[in-house]
């Protein structure tokens, strides 16, 4: 039998070195998410960097191979044409809305590839092949023509972490299109099927009553995603919490692992973007009312007022 | 110094962190690649003393986790508590078969992934059923057999036994 670590002496010491690394790696883990983000960066622009570069790089190529394999489909066999050709075309109906949609945004968005991880402890993020070099900050809304995917949460140079509102952490400031019901919007995990997992809107007032098939889109609040892009479609009532606030649950407008390209926002938080997907405009009740003349704040319709203050 | 043995094991243990990687990060494969991270730290530790096992563990759960937004650390304490205690149960368990190895890979891949879920799991989650009995079985087998093909060429390749 292999004895790396002899006598009982020496066991003891093993296991306090063993016990200094435990209390190393729970450090880590409870550390404010500053001081783990200046880690996290450290580590993947070092050791991580081949990879992620790696990745950037087989990106680029499969999409220019993109021809190579419909040729091939085409000689292999009919059927294969038409399920290659069905891929193709729904990428191709995606890139050219969202080529339409970056006509309209104009500078203030930028695209960005989509580069997807693979490994279980960055679930519900991916990267994207732009960063602070391109103008892309922490923060920065991403959206697809459908509407939006989530934000940025860590930037380097050339490339940045999104996280996409499957994550556990993400959460939306919401309203209807008339701007009559808010409310907060976050994952509800499905965890037999992830490809099954939808919003939810919390907090909505108890007297509001949303239909289904209502669009919800951002109401502009905590100046990270900018009014008015779609989040989701309204499917039915989850809950009513005794008598005060109501849940609903939320079809979203973007399934993540189906977005290869994106946009990223780079201009004002504080635009409205309702007419770049023909919705409404709400009227905006949730920003500093202008002063009156004699000084005074012009009132308000406090029926709409949003019950919840939360900056995201 | 180290034997010839000991530095194509640890060649071949850094290929196999090296194709964790390149299977997840740079292919960006999911569940259709084995975690090699954990199997490498598996094999790994058995053939280490306890405190490096920890420290092995210690970096290479840095390593996974430098992708995680949420729960950065949970890993590196996991694979810390893991590698310390797979070195340690040399005590308990000995053998090299291959029946034996892939048992061994199956629990410790199995025990992993159940404490990264206690750690970092989402409160909102449910299906802790399904998910320990079935997805993570699947996933522990998955990289039994993976680890035991990967040591099969590395014994092949130098005539270890």
């Known amino acids: ?312 | 110094m180290a034997s010839r043995s000991d530095l194509s094991f640890w060649v071949f243990f850094t290929l196999l962190v090296i194709a964790h990687f390149i299977l997840h990060v740079a292919l960006g494969l999911r569940e259709t690649a084995p975690d090699l991270l954990t199997v490498a730290l598996l094999l790994g530790v058995r053939r280490t003393r306890s405190s490096v096992a920890a420290a092995i563990g210690l970096l290479l759960g840095l390593l996974q986790d430098s992708l995680s937004l949420s729960a950065f650390g949970a890993d590196a304490v996991v694979l810390t508590l893991l590698g310390y205690a797979g070195a340690r149960s040399r005590d308990l368990f000995e053998g090299d078969s291959l029946l034996f190895v892939a048992a061994f890979l199956f629990i410790g891949k199995w025990l992993h992934d159940f404490g990264y879920w206690l750690l970092a799991r989402d409160p909102s989650a449910s299906g802790f059923v399904s998910l320990f009995l079935v997805d993570v079985p699947i996933a522990a087998l998955y990289a039994a057999v993976a680890g035991v093909v990967a040591l099969l060429l590395y014994r092949a390749s130098t005539g270890e036994r």
Do not use: C
């Open chain 1, 1 to 312: 039998m292999l004895d790396f670590d002899g006598s009982k002496k020496a066991r003891r010491r093993e296991a306090a070195i063993a016990l200094g690394l435990l209390v190393v790696a729970l450090t880590l883990w409870l550390l404010p998410a500053a001081f783990q983000s200046s880690v996290r960066k450290a580590i993947q622009g070092t050791v991580l960097s081949p990879f992620l570069s790696a990745q950037a790089v087989l990106s680029g190529r499969r999409a220019s191979s993109v021809d190579v394999t419909e040729v091939r489909a085409q000689r292999d066999s009919l059927v294969a044409v038409v399920s290659a050709q069905a891929t193709l075309s729904e990428e191709n109906r995606r890139l050219r809305e969202l080529l339409r949609l970056h006509a309209r945004t104009g500078p203030s968005f930028i695209p960005a590839e989509v580069l997807q991880l693979g490994i279980g402890t960055a679930e519900s993020t991916f990267m994207i092949n732009v960063g602070s070099e391109e103008g892309v900050r922490v923060n920065s809304p991403v959206i697809a023509a459908e509407g939006l995917v989530g934000k940025v949460v860590e930037v380097r140079d050339h490339m940045s972490q999104v996280m996409d509102w499957t994550h556990p952490d993400y959460r939306a400031s919401v309203m209807t299109v008339d701007g009559q019901s808010m409310g907060i919007a976050q994952a509800r995990h499905d965890t037999d099927n992830r490809e099954q997992d939808v919003l939810v809107i919390n907090g909505a007032p108890f007297h509001t009553d949303l239909r289904p098939g209502q669009l919800v889109v951002t109401t502009g609040r905590g100046n990270i995603f900018p009014r008015g892009i779609p989040v989701g479609i309204v499917l039915a009532i989850d809950e009513a919490d005794t008598g005060w606030r109501k849940s609903y649950l939320l079809r979203p407008m973007v399934r993540p692992e189906v977005v290869t390209s994106v946009l990223v926002g780079v201009g004002p938080v504080d635009a409205d973007l309702s007419e770049l997907w023909g919705s409404a405009r709400a009227p905006d009740t949730t920003r500093v009312p202008p002063r009156s003349p004699g000084g005074r704040p012009a009132r308000r319709d406090t029926s709409t007022v949003p019950i919840t203050t939360t900056g995201q």
